[in-house]
């Protein structure tokens, strides 16, 4: 089992910023990527950021410029750091980890239980 578990949600104006944290615990032996989803109401799951173990990090066009997704491996946590926001980038902020379980060779996908983020104009 890997439990992943959000902080650092809430309300805030355009034009100001949020850190939004996520720590992996449980029967981890690696976790290769780290990455932040979001669903807003009435749309799918989209893409916000990844980031690998060895640092290499993906953004959505919508956030690029503005989202700075970091980790650290010691911690099995990563950050998402959320400026300049927007009322668009309202909605519920989900942590996903993929990775490897100790002792065996099985893989692991786990969510959050996710974090609302609410931008008001």
């Known amino acids: 089992q890997v439990q992943l578990v959000e902080s650092g949600g809430g309300l805030v104006q355009a034009g100001g910023s949020l850190r939004l944290s996520c720590a992996a615990s449980g029967s981890i032996f690696s976790i290769n990527v780290m990455g932040w989803y979001r669903q807003a109401p009435g749309k799918e799951r989209e893409l916000v950021a990844t980031?690998?173990?060895?640092?290499?990090?993906n953004y959505a066009d919508s956030v690029k410029g503005r989202f700075t997704i970091s980790r650290d491996n010691a911690k099995n946590t990563a950050y998402l750091q959320m400026n300049s926001l927007k009322p668009e980038d309202t909605a519920v902020y989900y942590c996903n980890a993929k990775g490897a379980f100790v002792l065996t060779p099985r893989q692991f996908d786990s969510w959050g239980q996710g974090t609302q983020v609410t931008v008001s104009s």
């Open positions: 980031i690998t173990s060895g640092g290499s990090t």
